[in-house]
């Protein structure tokens, strides 16, 4: 059986050692139950850094960075009214 590092290493040389370098960290991580692992997903994560782009990039220009921060909050407020129900 090959171990991590004999998989991984080669294609990315820095991620077992990191892992090696973390492990108490992220060995923490895994003590939490399933449900609560599941709402923290890459893609619900990325849906919302996609959003947060596409609403900047649509409105190009904004007088302040606050205007610019309550137009994307206000954003991922419509996404929260979509979700009911559904974990983030």
Do not use: C
């Amino acid at each position: 059986m090959m171990t991590f590092a004999e998989k991984w290493d080669k294609p990315y040389p820095i991620i077992s050692k990191s892992w090696m370098a973390h492990w108490q960290r992220l060995i923490g991580l895994l003590a939490f139950p399933v449900e609560i692992l599941t709402i923290y997903t890459t893609n619900a994560i990325e849906s919302l850094n996609m959003t947060r782009r596409t609403v900047l990039n649509n409105h190009r220009t904004f007088p302040t960075d606050e205007s610019a921060l309550k137009f994307v909050y206000l954003a991922f407020q419509n996404i929260s009214k979509k979700r009911i129900g559904r974990p983030l």
